[in-house]
């Protein structure tokens, strides 16, 4: 065992022996030209590309070794140790120290290098491991990722165990992910103890991760009663009026004339119309896939987005077309689907519930994208909720909950103007 260690190091100390002899004989063709101490400046410069390569060790010896040579070949008597000149002694004491020191120096240097590089590796693995499970909204995509990425910037095989604890092992390190714990990485202790930043930071990565897709499971959920809720309330009027105007209509012991019969068959046209319109808003959230996790980002102008939610609103387009005053085309970011939902809905209450002009504006700002409705107040709004405005409502704030922003409905008294408001970040 001590020859295995000791083999690798031989070659490395015969450059430390011969480059200090190589300059000297190099130069000793010229001794009768050149001073003891152009040759010394020589040798250090050989001490400078020794340490540099192999550390301050054996840049200390070749520094001994040159200062030997040196005093042999260029200092009189030749070829013998003895010093006539005491003023040598002081050369070769500086020569020593400055040998020592320009070791030392670079063995710093080359730490420091080290340190930053390492650093730098640490730092853009955490970019690349923060960056791609941004990137992947399944867990089971992000955890393999995880995995994958670790294993190649670590050179060394790594887990993330989702299904059950792993067995713990002596020569592996279990990181547990989540709490109470829904995956764990496994990797070798080793790797643990040199590479600590990387790893904690997958971990905290994940734990994040994980936590954030149960939060929006949670809102999902929580959206989706919601607009039960909301749908259920609004069904419940215009249905009661059109099962009682019915039952009235076919109560054979009640006798109408014509004028009420016509009233009845009346309301029921326009229950029914009401009815319809709830169910057109619920197969608009199916078709744009409102219960599940994924929406489909892409780029678009808001002049595209206009025009997408006044066709969705054909009956109405018109009149809001005449009323609606739009700013200028601006590049949004977003599910286009999604927002041409939340848009109609927001001029159709505008429309219904409001007094025109109806000012949109959309943009980006710092912070995202924006689309905002202003419009007058009526004097008097409807007391019931059987038009559909409050299911409308609920669909703008589903819609802004995707996409992991806002809705807001304001009402300034002072201006009397009511603001409809939708952020989301890019």
Not at 131 to 138: C, E, I, N, S
Not at 145 to 158: C, D, E, F, H, P
Request: aromatic share 6%.
């Amino acid at each position: 065992m001590a020859k295995a260690l000791k083999l690798p190091y031989l070659p490395q100390l015969a450059v430390t022996i011969l480059l200090p002899a190589l300059i000297v004989l190099l130069c000793l063709p010229l001794r009768d030209w050149i001073s003891p101490t152009d040759v010394a400046m020589l040798q250090l410069l050989g001490v400078a590309w020794m340490a540099q390569q192999y550390g301050w060790r054996l840049a200390t010896v070749a520094t001994l070794v040159s200062v030997l040579l040196l005093n042999w070949c260029f200092v009189p008597p030749y070829y013998t140790f003895d010093v006539h000149d005491a003023s040598f002694f002081i050369s070769f004491v500086v020569m020593v120290l400055l040998g020592l020191l320009i070791s030392l120096l670079s063995e710093r240097s080359k730490q420091q290098v080290k340190r930053l590089r390492y650093a730098m590796s640490q730092t853009r693995g955490m970019y690349m491991l923060a960056k791609g499970l941004g990137q992947r909204q399944d867990w089971q995509k992000q955890c393999a990722y995880a995995a994958k990425l670790l294993s190649r910037r670590l050179g060394t095989a790594v887990e993330v165990i989702q299904a059950q604890e792993p067995k713990v092992v002596a020569e592996h390190a279990i990181l547990a992910v989540g709490n109470p714990p829904v995956a764990w990485v496994v990797v070798p202790s080793s790797f643990l103890s040199s590479h600590p930043t990387l790893l904690h930071t997958a971990q905290s990565l994940l734990t994040q991760s994980y936590a954030q897709q149960d939060r929006v499971k949670a809102q999902l959920e929580q959206q989706k009663a919601m607009l039960l809720r909301s749908l259920s309330h609004d069904l419940r009027t215009p249905l009661a009026t059109i099962m009682g105007a019915s039952s009235m209509l076919a109560d054979p012991e009640l006798q109408l004339g014509s004028e009420q019969r016509q009233q009845q068959a009346q309301n029921i046209y326009q229950q029914s119309q009401i009815l319809n319109q709830h169910f057109e808003k619920v197969l608009e959230l199916s078709k744009a896939q409102l219960t599940t996790h994924y929406i489909q980002h892409s780029d678009f102008s808001s002049d595209d987005l206009v025009a997408g939610a006044l066709a969705r609103r054909g009956d109405q387009a018109a009149e809001l077309s005449a009323h609606l005053k739009c700013s200028s085309a601006v590049p949004l970011q977003g599910d286009l689907e999604l927002l041409e939902i939340a848009l109609a809905n927001m001029l159709e209450n505008s429309l219904r519930h409001g007094v025109a002009p109806f000012e949109l504006s959309l943009g980006q700002s710092a912070s995202g994208c924006f689309i905002r409705l202003s419009n007058g107040i009526k004097s008097a709004l409807p007391a019931a909720r059987d038009k559909g405005h409050g299911l409308g409502l609920n669909i703008c704030q589903a819609v802004a909950a995707l996409h992991q922003g806002k809705f807001d409905l304001g009402i300034a008294q002072a201006s009397e103007k009511v603001t409809a408001a939708m952020e989301w970040p890019l």
